[in-house]
């Protein structure tokens, strides 16, 4: 199996985040090799309009399917009707989706008006069930915006995930999950989480300097970044990351 997955558009009607978006799109959707799914981990709005969505739902029109989650820019009601299609509403968008005989799980860890996130206990009482569910033998990934680790920054440090330990539990008992997606701190990292791999997309709006980069916290002028993902039938799974020049 082979996704692709981009994160934080920040998609504000201006014609930079447009263009970076649109870039990113056409680069994958030229590729001679398909991917089998694009993940779009959070953050696709940057005010949470539905004049935002409405950009977004044109921007990622692919012919391959698009699985978003929420990110603290978000917002639901709007991220609802217009990128989904859905009656508005307040609660958690959580959804699962098949892929290539691989369970996906775009999970809301959104916590309204905050920039922390936090998987509530209706989420995870939604993953349990859902992984439950599943077949002997279908592997599964988990995917939300915010990181449940330290990446050695203060600004994503100071807004990660929080109760971490709640979903790590949850996680020692279901062994299917092979890896852990996230978003949000606009840089690509490679860390692990309850024995898993856990991978941070890179952003398509803006990178993040490292303290040992400068003081320049934000990096506007680097390309927008994806990540490719693959799923190898050893459950092992390799993410190969791309500048879209």
């Known amino acids: 199996m082979l996704l692709a997955q981009i994160s934080d558009l920040h998609l504000d009607g201006s014609e930079r985040a447009t263009r970076r978006a649109t870039r990113t799109m056409e680069y994958l959707r030229a590729l001679p090799r398909p991917v089998d799914a694009l993940l779009v981990t959070g953050d696709i709005a940057d005010h949470g309009t539905e004049a935002e969505y409405e950009e977004a739902a044109r921007i990622l029109a692919a012919p391959f399917p698009v699985l978003p989650c929420p990110g603290n820019h978000d917002a639901r009601p709007a991220y609802r009707k217009a990128l989904l299609g859905e009656a508005p509403a307040e609660g958690p968008v959580n959804r699962v989706h098949r892929i290539a005989g691989t369970a996906i799980l775009m999970c809301d860890s959104t916590l309204p008006g905050r920039d922390e996130g936090r998987l509530d206990t209706e989420t995870l009482a939604w ?10 033998g279908v592997p599964a990934l988990i995917a939300f915006h915010q990181p449940p680790v330290e990446l050695h920054h203060p ?4 807004c990660r995930l929080e109760e971490p330990e709640r979903l790590a539990a949850l996680l020692a008992a279901h062994p299917r999950v092979v890896a852990v997606l996230t978003g949000h701190a606009h840089t690509a990292a490679a860390s692990t989480f ?3 791999p856990l991978i941070v997309g890179p952003a398509v709006t803006w990178t993040l300097r490292m303290p040992w980069e400068g003081d320049r916290p934000a990096d506007r002028d680097q390309p927008p970044g994806l990540a490719f993902h693959v799923l190898g039938e050893d459950r092992r799974l390799t993410t190969h990351f791309r500048t879209v020049l």
């Open 194 to 196: 309850a024995g898993r």
């Open 155 to 158: 600004l994503p440090d100071a």
């Open 127 to 136: 993953i349990d069930a859902t992984l439950t569910a599943l077949p002997d």
